[in-house]
Nanobody
Framework: QVQLVESGGGLVQPGGSLRLSCAASGGIFRMNAMGWFRQAPGKQRELVATITSGGSTNYADSVKGRFTISRDNAKNTVYLQMNSLKPEDTAVYYC????????????????WGQGTQVTVSS
């Protein structure tokens, strides 16, 4: 089981940028597909982006062209670069991973970290 700690969130104006980090410990990080998720109050958690162990990426339509997911296996860390931020990006952002990409895409996890808050407001 991999323990995950998200960081890098904060308050930013529309059009601004943030870079989120997800540090992993335990498990075999480089063997896992990883994903970023977000959840606004009263709403379902939604998938934002995924990256496989081989580096293949996918993005939700709402963030395509604005967000970039990446990973540094030497540091056991996955990143989410967020540009051109919009108020609708406001949410708590979480990361998680599993050897099977389908389970990441489904958000099928038994536990989650604390997440990091992103607030986009003028």
């Amino acid at each position: 089981q991999v323990q995950l700690v998200e960081s890098g969130g904060g308050l930013v104006q529309p059009g601004g940028s943030l870079r989120l980090s997800c540090a992993a410990s335990g498990g075999i990080f480089r063997m896992n597909a990883m994903g970023w998720f977000r959840q606004a109050p009263g709403k379902q958690r939604e998938l934002v982006a995924t990256i496989t162990s081989g580096g293949s990426t996918n993005y939700a339509d709402s963030v395509k062209g604005r967000f970039t997911i990446s990973r540094d296996n030497a540091k056991n860390t996955v990143y989410l670069q967020m540009n051109s931020l919009k108020p609708e990006d406001t949410a708590v952002y979480y990361c998680n991973g599993h050897p099977l990409l389908i389970r990441v895409s489904r958000g099928d996890f038994s536990s989650w970290g604390q997440g990091t808050q992103v607030t986009v407001s003028s």
